[in-house]
């Protein structure tokens, strides 16, 4: 899990693999897509304390998403597909598809899903099926892309606008809470710069770029940081990280 829809890296290997494989911190600026991932740590800080009890992450990937919700919920399980390549050596509770989720109904009380919707053909099933192995009064934690390059194709399908995020939450039987947008224009532009950057760091000239790379990860990414922080706009949020609530009463919009 990413956050931000994950550029498409090879797990690393080698002498790189232990400055490469943790999790990108908050203040870990000279990191690869710094720029997004401490904005998306920042969102589910703010959204967790709505979380509670047992909560199931969909798309878990390497789980790290247990570390932020430490203290708040009881228990944390993780769901993922076999194939995920960012699971990165962990094991989840189950492997199975996000629209088929292999859990008895009212199972949890927190449902999580972070970079997943857009790799999905028919999101609005995922968003049922939380709502289905949620238990009444349960808390979906779900992340909406708005704006992104192209990744893992084909396998790549959608971009919700805020509307279009309260719309399918809504017809799946959800209240929204709060929308906490993740990132902007300089955010984007960030990650394109340093995703280039990423592709030239790579094979045997490695030893040679990897400093270089490093260095121009901390300009470029402080860089847009600071213009973000001079000219946001809402309106032009890398992604959205929605909290909602699970109706009590009624039935889904259909």
Known sequence: MTGVPPTPVPAPHGPWAAISTPPVGKWAFWRFNWIAHHKVIRSIERARRHAHGELL???CGDMRAEHWFRGHVARYWGVDLTESRFLIGRRP???ARAEQLPFRPGSFDTVLGMSMLTYLPEP???IEE???VMRPGGTLILEFTQVAALHDEPHDYFRFTRYGATYLLDRAGFEVIE???IGGLWTSVGMSIIASINRANRGPIRVLTELPSRFLYVVVQLGCELMERLFSNPRESVSH???ARRRETGTAAR
């Open 57 to 59: 992450d969909v798309g």
């Open 130 to 132: 939380a709502h289905r």
């Open 179 to 181: 929308l906490i947008p």
């Open 124 to 126: 609005i099933r995922m």
């Open 241 to 243: 990280l929605a909290v």
């Open 93 to 95: 509770a189950a492997f």
